[in-house]
């Protein structure tokens, strides 16, 4: 298969080595906006890659620290994007030269959003009530599951970077199996996904993307709604989302445990968590009140 875009091409390419059929190798070219200290990640802003991911600013892993060694924010880079099944990661960085003016390569589609003015959540503190719709077309509340214990993070549909939005369902999906069969484990419990990605994810799309994790609807629920109230709840727990200045999207992650009273149990932040590490918080906050 070949994609291809303004800024490259994306093409397979196998290995040869066992589990490598499914090797995709994309020529991609963005911005350096930061790099870690470890030398093991940076942040790029990059455009759309055609029939894989929408141009957004993330953060991209080596394997070569090498790779980076040199690069500071501002320069202008050209790389190869591997995906390897479940893992992903960036070589063969190259600098191409110092980064465009704001806007040169392309107008900025920043638009203006109405937002709340909220206070951050801390380990303990009740979960006000938010509303959205579930994939199923249904109107629902936080306030519906209190008795239950709950977990929610946030993702859009059209992220296919696998250690992003993808692992986060990855992640859900063993969790609601793990609990499922779990001899004498708790019932009350529920899972939400989140798309903050309202103006694309609806409801039917949501239904789509959840039959894909084979989900239990009983259990695990996919939802979307108004901006203003998905912002809210995001802010509250240090979930950021939005677009550059360039128009790509651009997030973080947050996964929040919340007990049967309603208050926040637990907050994970990014993706180093485990399905093991989830279930383990969602059965404890099962019991919180027994």
Not at 15 to 32: A, C, F, H, I, S
Not at 133 to 141: C, D, H, V
Not at 174 to 203: C, Q, R, V
């Amino acid at each position: 298969m070949v994609a291809a875009s303004a800024w490259g091409q994306g093409v397979s390419a196998g290995t040869g080595l066992p589990g490598d059929t499914n090797r995709q190798v994309y020529e991609v070219k963005g911005v350096v906006k930061s790099l870690a200290a470890d030398g093991k990640s940076v942040m790029v802003q990059h455009q759309a890659v055609t029939n894989y991911m929408p141009a957004m600013t993330m953060p991209f892993d080596v394997r070569d620290t090498n790779e980076l060694r040199g690069l500071q924010a501002g320069d202008a880079i050209g790389f190869q994007l591997v995906v390897a099944g479940n893992v992903a990661w960036i070589e063969h960085v190259t600098k191409t030269g110092a980064a465009p003016p704001p806007g040169a390569e392309q107008p900025s589609r920043l638009s203006f959003r109405v937002v709340r003015d909220v206070d951050k959540l801390a380990i303990g503190d009740m979960l006000p009530e938010y509303h959205f719709t579930n994939e199923l077309g249904q109107a629902i509340s936080t306030k519906q599951f209190l008795g239950q214990a709950f977990a929610f993070t946030f993702f859009f549909t059209r992220c296919p970077y696998p250690t992003f939005c993808p692992l986060m369902s990855r992640n859900f999906q063993e969790t609601e199996k793990k609990l499922l069969a779990m001899s004498g484990g708790p019932t009350n419990w529920h899972l939400f996904s989140i798309s903050f990605d309202t103006e694309y994810d609806t409801p039917a799309d949501l239904h789509d993307y959840a039959m894909l994790y084979q989900y239990q609807p009983a259990h695990w629920s996919f939802l979307t709604g108004d901006l203003t109230e998905i912002t809210a709840i995001g802010d509250q727990v240090g979930e950021y989302f939005g677009h550059d200045e360039s128009g790509g999207i651009t997030h973080n992650l947050r996964t929040v445990v919340v007990d049967a009273r309603g208050r926040i149990h637990q907050i994970l932040p990014e993706n180093k968590w485990t399905s093991d590490q989830l279930m383990a918080e969602i059965v404890a906050a099962a019991m919180v009140g027994k």
